[in-house]
T-cell receptor, first 111, second 113 residues
Framework: RKEVEQDPGPFNVPEGATVAFNCTYSNSASQSFFWYRQDCRKEPKLLMSVYSSGNEDGRFTAQLNRASQYISLLIRDSKLSDSATYLCVVSPGGSARQLTFGSGTQLTVLP | DVKVTQSSRYLVKRTGEKVFLECVQDMDHENMFWYRQDPGLGLRLIYFSYDVKMKEKGDIPEGYSVSREKKERFSLILESASTNQTSMYLC????????????FGDGTRLSIL
């Protein structure tokens, strides 16, 4: 089983739609969680951290469910510029400084 | 703003050559990482370093080595390049404490002919 699993998609949605991605992780000791965004042929960029109580940044909402070991990302009012691959990222926990990256979910927002 | 700079965006080398990929960060980060990214396989950690002259193997270190002589610079070395090392290589850095997000360079698209 992969440490971090994501539905690879692709998700094709019309502009203005709401879309949600889920991610599951296997290490119950994981302490930190992030969503990254990666545009085609570019580097991954931090979109947002995911906090236990859930957090929102504009049109983006991240949720964490520790009991079920999954993380979600909700995008409201999708824009064409949201088209990208979204990577779920988890820290192993403890003193480890490396991160574990999911393979990504591809989103295309259609006009 | 964190700046991670990789020396080349595109690089073409021949089988058997020794290849150096350089990465420099300007935020005084202790942690630096080298990944490769291939379609369908995601990001895979090659090597990482927590301090100068310190290195640790990641998930796929075979065929690679690294050098960290200065805090800001982390070099990836392909000792004898092979065609299966054709890939996108990404360098990242992060602050010293655990569980911190990483900041990536632009990536080097390396082709081995």
């Amino acid at each position: 089983r992969k440490e971090v699993e994501q539905d690879p998609g692709p998700f094709n949605v019309p502009e203005g739609a709401t879309v949600a991605f889920n991610c599951t992780y296997s290490n119950s000791a994981s302490q930190s969680f992030f969503w990254y965004r990666q545009d085609c042929r570019k580097e991954p960029k931090l979109l947002m951290s995911v906090y236990s109580s859930g957090n929102e940044d504009g049109r983006f909402t991240a949720q964490l469910n520790r009991a079920s070991q999954y993380i979600s990302l909700l995008i409201r009012d999708s824009k064409l510029s949201d088209s990208a691959t979204y990577l779920c990222v988890v820290s192993p926990g403890g003193s480890a400084r490396q991160l574990t990256f999911g393979s990504g979910t591809q989103l295309t927002v259609l006009p | 703003d964190v700046k991670v700079t990789q020396s080349s965006r595109y690089l073409v080398k021949r089988t058997g050559e020794k290849v150096f990929l350089e990465c420099v960060q300007d935020m005084d980060h202790e942690n630096m990482f080298w990944y490769r990214q291939d379609p369908g396989l995601g990001l895979r950690l090659i090597y990482f370093s927590y301090d100068v002259k310190m290195k640790e193997k990641g998930d796929i270190p075979e065929g690679y080595s690294v050098s960290r002589e200065k805090k800001e610079r982390f070099s990836l070395i392909l000792e004898s390049a092979s065609t299966n090392q054709t890939s996108m290589y990404l360098c990242a850095s992060s602050p010293p404490s655990s569980n911190q997000p990483q900041h990536f360079g632009d990536g080097t698209r390396l082709s081995i002919l």
